[in-house]
């Protein structure tokens, strides 16, 4: 019964898990992002943070970051939440399904970079916060728009040639997901990066990476 | 006549989308970070509009999700704000909490009017907790002798009563509401005496 319809950029399904009606599914394109987003998971749970080194201009002296413990855990688990929500949405053959692990992707961010106690990383995080709540009503207004439409939210139905998604509705659901993963902003901005923790910040730039990538596939196949 | 040509869910949609400019052109001119972080929660409900557009149970089955992010989002980012903006207040007590600045005259009030009009034990009991919570609340500096006062009056009231059960029997309506009363007040002078063994130096 299930069985992908367009196979040009998925590949041959390998297998998938039906939970009721939410019907999450293996391709070879969904499972490339999966084992990516676990990689870095398993790198976020097993690794140290970095400490940063400052160096102060005019003088010899430089001197370590130091990450407590406290935020480093918090940092962790907010990396660790956004490594499952990123695997839950590229897997997910449910549109609304995908938003939703798409807005908590954009919440565990937030938290991450906000983790930091620093003025100017807290600027940023709030500004980003405000983009990523902002980017739940393109987000959720695709998906409504979409089964409004077609009466669907299944991608194994959304991806037959029989129903056509409007135009609209997908161009919201990608602007959701750039909004929700911060991705047209966070390599503009420095101070990113530059918030101690290493490891746990690279997961806001996966999770967004490959969210994107999830999204325009299952929009070119709708 | 646009109403004439769309549908309903079109013109719910048409309409939404209206709701939406305005919405994000607020959103761009206010430059006040508090108020934005309010004007993205009008967005948010928006979002929740164009969904329940949908009229079906499944998008009954959609708004609460869309809500809850909503919400959680809204909580995060209002932690980001307070932390941002220091307007954290270490707590001087253990349990500080600002209702605890406003409400226990109200509170303790209405413990005492419901402890009177139950009346003796019971009564005693509720009037007493509302005198807790009040000392709990507001500290023990205040004077505490009317407590200890009432509390005498209290036993003699009992005590009178008792003398009209063994010597005037026929009255025992009148000495049961006054050892009803006595009681209400023993009872209430001593549970209030606990919130006032709280957090003060010389207990």
Same mark, same amino acid.
């Given at each position: 019964?299930?069985?992908?319809?367009?196979?040009?950029?998925?590949?041959?399904?390998?297998?998938?898990?039906?939970?009721?009606?939410?019907?999450?599914?293996?391709?070879?394109?969904?499972?490339?992002?999966?084992?990516?987003?676990?990689?870095?998971?398993?790198? $976020?749970?097993?690794?140290?943070?970095?400490?940063?080194?400052?160096?102060?201009?005019?003088?010899?002296?430089?001197?370590?970051?130091?990450?407590?413990?406290?935020?480093?855990?918090?940092?962790?688990?907010?990396?660790?939440?956004?490594?499952? $929500?990123?695997?839950?949405?590229?897997?997910?053959?449910?549109?609304?399904?995908?938003?939703?692990?798409?807005?908590?992707?954009?919440?565990?961010?937030?938290?991450?970079? $906000?983790?930091?106690?620093?003025?100017?990383?807290?600027?940023?995080?709030?500004?980003?916060?405000?983009?990523?709540?902002?980017?739940?009503?393109?987000?959720?207004?695709?998906?409504?728009?979409?089964?409004?439409?077609?009466?669907?939210?299944?991608?194994?139905?959304?991806?037959?040639?029989?129903?056509?998604?409007?135009?609209?509705?997908?161009?919201?659901?990608?602007?959701?997901?750039?909004?929700?993963?911060? $991705?047209?902003?966070?390599?503009?901005?420095?101070?990113?990066?530059?918030?101690?923790?290493?490891?746990?910040?690279?997961?806001?730039?996966?999770?967004?990476?490959?969210?994107?990538?999830?999204?325009?596939?299952?929009?070119?196949?709708? | 006549?646009?109403?004439?040509?769309?549908?309903?869910?079109?013109?719910?949609?048409?309409?939404?989308?209206?709701?939406?400019?305005?919405?994000?052109?607020?959103?761009?001119?206010?430059?006040?970070?508090?108020?934005?972080?309010?004007?993205?929660?009008?967005?948010?409900?928006?979002?929740?509009?164009?969904?329940?557009?949908?009229?079906?149970?499944?998008?009954?089955?959609?708004?609460?999700?869309?809500?809850?992010?909503?919400?959680?989002?809204?909580?995060?980012?209002?932690?980001?704000?307070?932390?941002?903006?220091?307007?954290?207040?270490?707590?001087?007590?253990?349990?500080?909490?600002?209702?605890?600045?406003?409400?226990?005259?109200?509170?303790?009030?209405?413990?005492?009017?419901?402890?009177?009009?139950?009346?003796?034990?019971?009564?005693?009991?509720?009037?007493?907790?509302?005198?807790?919570?009040?000392?709990?609340?507001?500290?023990?500096?205040?004077?505490?002798?009317?407590?200890?006062?009432?509390?005498?009056?209290?036993?003699?009231?009992?005590?009178?009563?008792?003398?009209?059960?063994?010597?005037?029997?026929?009255?025992?309506?009148?000495?049961?509401?006054?050892?009803?009363?006595?009681?209400?007040?023993?009872?209430?002078?001593?549970?209030?005496?606990?919130?006032?063994?709280?957090?003060?130096?010389?207990?």
């Amino acid at each position: 019964m299930f069985e992908l319809v367009n196979t040009d950029i998925e590949g041959q399904i390998f297998a998938y898990l039906p939970f009721g009606d939410i019907v999450d599914y293996f391709s070879p394109y969904t499972t490339i992002l999966f084992i990516f987003a676990l990689v870095f998971t398993i790198i $976020a749970i097993v690794s140290k943070p970095e400490r940063q080194v400052d160096v102060a201009f005019g003088g010899d002296a430089y001197y370590t970051k130091d990450i407590s413990d406290k935020q480093m855990r918090f940092q962790r688990f907010m990396a660790v939440a956004c490594g499952l $929500a990123t695997m839950g949405g590229v897997i997910s053959g449910d549109v609304f399904n995908f938003t939703l692990f798409t807005a908590m992707v954009g919440i565990a961010n937030i938290g991450i970079v $906000a983790s930091t106690r620093n003025k100017h990383v807290l600027d940023n995080a709030y500004e980003y916060g405000i983009l990523a709540m902002i980017g739940t009503l393109p987000l959720f207004a695709g998906a409504a728009i979409t089964v409004a439409v077609t009466g669907t939210l299944s991608m194994w139905l959304l991806f037959t040639p029989a129903i056509s998604v409007p135009l609209i509705a997908k161009l919201l659901l990608v602007i959701g997901v750039l909004a929700e993963g911060m $991705a047209p902003v966070y390599v503009a901005k420095a101070e990113i990066t530059r918030a101690p923790g290493a490891p746990y910040i690279l997961m806001v730039h996966v999770s967004s990476l490959v969210m994107f990538l999830r999204v325009i596939e299952i929009v070119i196949s709708m | 006549m646009i109403l004439q040509i769309l549908s309903e869910y079109q013109t719910g949609l048409f309409i939404a989308f209206v709701c939406i400019a305005v919405a994000f052109i607020a959103l761009i001119k206010e430059k006040d970070d508090l108020h934005r972080l309010l004007l993205t929660d009008i967005v948010e409900i928006i979002a929740l509009v164009v969904i329940a557009l949908i009229g079906t149970d499944l998008a009954e089955a959609l708004i609460l999700p869309g809500l809850v992010v909503g919400i959680a989002e809204l909580l995060a980012l209002a932690e980001v704000y307070i932390e941002k903006e220091k307007l954290v207040n270490s707590p001087e007590k253990f349990l500080h909490i600002e209702i605890m600045d406003s409400a226990p005259v109200i509170l303790a009030v209405l413990f005492l009017l419901y402890g009177i009009i139950l009346s003796g034990f019971t009564g005693g009991a509720v009037a007493g907790v509302g005198m807790v919570f009040y000392f709990l609340c507001k500290g023990s500096s205040e004077k505490t002798e009317i407590i200890e006062t009432v509390s005498g009056y209290a036993w003699v009231a009992w005590v009178f009563a008792f003398i009209i059960f063994m010597t005037l029997p026929q009255y025992w309506f009148f000495a049961v509401m006054i050892a009803g009363a006595g009681i209400f007040a023993k009872v209430a002078a001593k549970m209030s005496i606990v919130g006032t063994m709280r957090g003060e130096r010389n207990v």
